[in-house]
């Protein structure tokens, strides 16, 4: 197994880089995420992971430990090949992928190309123990039902620069100590209060 790569980048697209190290140029393919945080450097410590198949091996590479760890566990779920898991990880953040597993937002993979609702759906069932356990800032359980109020308030304070992980953390709490809040300004409100 090639943990990680260290050497000189000497080709690179959005899509796939060329890593010289020790004489040998090795093909690595990259998410947008990863292209965005190596896109200006020269040198590179690059997480791999390598798939090797019948006809083929192919290095997959990550800027951080932790999108290498998020792409192991979208390829353990059924349906979701490593063409799929970069897919995901080119269109969302890695934090926001985690936070819509464990916030079980379905709607958010529908954004991407390939994923429909059968895998969404499987991702979430999957990975969500998963996910709770490896992140620190794990949110509670989110209620089961559709929430509007909740998702504009969510917006909202995504546009006051709070995480993701953060907001539905705070929204959760909200929810649970005060199931009465229904109206957007209550629940912004209450959740500043957990956020400050």
Known sequence: M???LKGEITWKTPTWIIVETGGVGYQVLISLHTYAQIEKLERVKIFTHLLIREDSHTLYGFAEESE???FQHLISVSGVGPS???????ALAPDDIRAAII???EQVFSKVKGIGPKTAKR???DLKDKMVKTSAEAPLSLPAQDNTARQEALSALLALGFTQIQVQKALNTVLKETPSARSVEELIKAALRHLS
């Open 84 to 90: 799929t898991a970069q897919l995901l990880l080119s």
């Open 2 to 4: 090639i943990s990680y």
């Open 103 to 105: 916030g079980e937002q």
């Open 68 to 70: 290498r760890s998020l």
């Open 123 to 125: 991702i979430i069932l």
